[in-house]
């Protein structure tokens, strides 16, 4: 199984920081790899997928960039209702794994 | 409004079984792969099942591998996630998502928990 590792696992940061999220993958995935955005209970909401194609709707603010087993998400300026959980997910191969989440708090 | 929304969770004591449903509406399911995900409280994601359009191709993570079935009925518009032998692990939120390449739609979920 093709495990990926998330970091930070937790960030504080204020409106208006340059935010970057790390996730690395186990082995190789290509660009085969999305970015979710989840607040708290609410369903998870689709940010990026093949690596850096933002989703319909995602303010421009979110990119994702990588390949291979190294990848980034970026908010450029944070804003309010950014605060909240991020996951990546790799769909190179089954099972599809989720890394374990990165939480960004207000400072 | 394109949406999914899942029903049938419930407290259930282990060694019990459970049927999820997921309902589709205002797009052509037939025509989309979809997954089960859940998420244990205060826990992470974690992917569950897969099934291809046609059900032709059924995936399952090895958590649940020979206790859990996923299957539809495209005729209506509906996934299914049958539990058997429940376990205190099973305990989640339960999301139906559509897709294979990305997950672009998800319900809003279905609370199971397993307990004595």
């Known amino acids: 199984d093709i495990q990926l590792t998330q970091s930070p696992s937790f960030l504080s940061a204020s409106v208006g920081d340059r935010v970057t999220i790390t996730c690395r993958a186990s082995?190789?995935?290509?660009?085969?790899l999305a970015w979710y955005q989840q607040k708290p209970g609410k369903a998870p909401k689709l940010l990026i997928y093949a690596a850096s194609t933002l989703q319909s709707g995602v303010p421009s603010r979110f990119s994702g960039s990588g390949s291979g087993t190294e990848f980034t998400l970026t908010i450029s300026s944070l804003q309010p209702e950014d605060f909240a959980a991020y996951y990546c997910?790799?769909?190179?191969?089954?099972?599809?794994?989720f890394g374990g989440g990165t939480k960004v708090e207000i400072k | 409004e394109v949406q999914l929304v899942e029903s049938g969770g419930a407290w259930v004591q282990p060694g019990g079984s459970l049927r999820l449903s997921c309902a589709a509406s205002r797009f052509t399911f037939s025509s989309y792969s979809m997954n089960w995900v859940r998420q244990a409280p205060g826990k992470g994601l974690e992917w569950v099942s897969y099934i291809s359009s046609s059900s032709s191709t059924i995936y399952y993570a090895d958590s649940v591998k020979g206790r859990f079935t996923i299957s539809r009925d495209n005729a209506k518009n509906s996934l299914y996630l049958q539990m058997n032998s429940l376990r205190a692990e099973d305990t989640a939120v339960y999301y139906c998502?559509?897709?294979?390449?990305?997950?672009?739609?998800w319900g809003r979920g279905t609370l199971v928990a397993v307990s004595s």
């Open positions: 998502a559509r897709g294979n390449w990305f997950f672009d739609l």
């Open positions: 997910q790799q769909l190179n191969s089954y099972p599809r794994t």
């Open positions: 082995q190789g995935i290509s660009t085969y």
